[in-house]
């Protein structure tokens, strides 16, 4: 009988297998991810109190989601938030790739609907890091 060896596949599939992931790893990667919930909703309500409406959170498009949406008169804003422990690690976060995802994202999401492509559009950051209020960058880019 001939030996069966396990096709690319398998052995892919094999090595991504969620059962095998480490312990410590997983804890890691919940604790990011219920922190960076946590900033979402810091972020959400600094834009509240600063008059904003919140149209969306964690919007997710073919090219990636967008962590707010809010808007304010006829603007509406693509908001980027991240949370570091100190303000510049949290302000080089945000890199060029990122930027260009989250513009891709922000014309399929005004795509979809007719009745935003009136409103101008505009790119945020909010910056989140221990121990001090949000930062919010206006206008922190334009693609």
């Known amino acids: 009988m001939p030996v069966r060896l396990p096709s690319a596949r398998a052995a892919i599939s094999a090595a991504r297998d969620p059962k095998d992931k480490n312990p410590a790893r997983a804890a890691r990667g919940r604790a990011n991810h219920a922190a960076g919930l946590r900033a979402e909703t810091w972020a959400a309500l600094w834009l509240g ?4 409406a919140i149209v969306g959170r964690r919007v997710k498009t073919k090219a990636g989601e967008i ?3 809010a808007r304010r008169g006829n603007t509406l804003v693509f908001v980027e938030v991240k949370a570091r422990a100190g303000l510049d690690e949290a ?16 014309a399929l999401y005004v795509a979809a609907r007719p009745a935003l492509h009136e409103f101008n559009m505009r790119f945020d950051v909010i910056l989140i890091t ?4 949000p930062r919010h960058i206006v206008d922190a880019w334009r693609p």
Request: proline letters at 4%; a positive charge; zero cysteines.
């Open 49 to 52: 109190l600063h008059l904003y």
């Open 67 to 69: 962590d707010l949406i």
């Open 91 to 106: 302000a080089e976060a945000l890199g060029a790739y990122q930027q260009a995802r989250l513009a891709r994202a922000a």
């Open 130 to 133: 221990p121990r001090r209020l």
